[in-house]
């Protein structure tokens, strides 16, 4: 069983940074996989990026590319979202999620959510 809660949300200029965390509890964190999906107003749930179990392997939707960072820090049981150069397209409720099956887009639901951020950015 794992819980997640996420944190860092909040208003930010475009190009600007954000860093989101997920507090994760459960003592099997360490070997689940674990991403971050969004859902805009009006638009369905979005994967945004995931990562392994051990931190080895990510993955990310085109659109974040070269711009978010996933990451994730066993000993802390937490997981990372690094969001620079943001856009107001990137304004959203960011959803932190994990599963016991590894997972790299949108095609496979996670078995585990937390409550939800928001992230909003002005242009």
């Known amino acids: 069983q794992v819980q997640l809660v996420e944190s860092g949300g909040g208003l930010v200029q475009a190009g600007g940074s954000l860093r989101l965390s997920c507090a994760a509890s459960?003592?099997?964190?360490?070997?689940?996989?674990m991403g971050w999906f969004r859902q805009a107003p009006g638009k369905e749930r979005e994967f945004v990026a995931a990562?392994?179990?051990?931190?080895?392997?990510?993955a990310y939707v085109d659109s974040v590319k070269g711009r978010f960072t996933i990451s994730r820090d066993i000993a802390k049981n937490t997981l990372y979202l690094q969001m620079n150069s943001l856009k107001p397209e990137d304004t959203a409720v960011y959803f932190c999620?994990?599963?016991?099956?590894?997972?790299?887009?949108?095609?496979?639901?996670?078995?585990?959510w937390g409550q939800g951020t928001q992230v909003t950015v002005s242009s």
């Open positions: 459960g003592r099997a964190f360490s070997s689940y996989g």
């Open positions: 999620a994990a599963d016991r099956n590894p997972f790299y887009n949108g095609s496979y639901v996670p078995g585990y």
């Open positions: 990562i392994s179990w051990s931190g080895g392997t990510t």
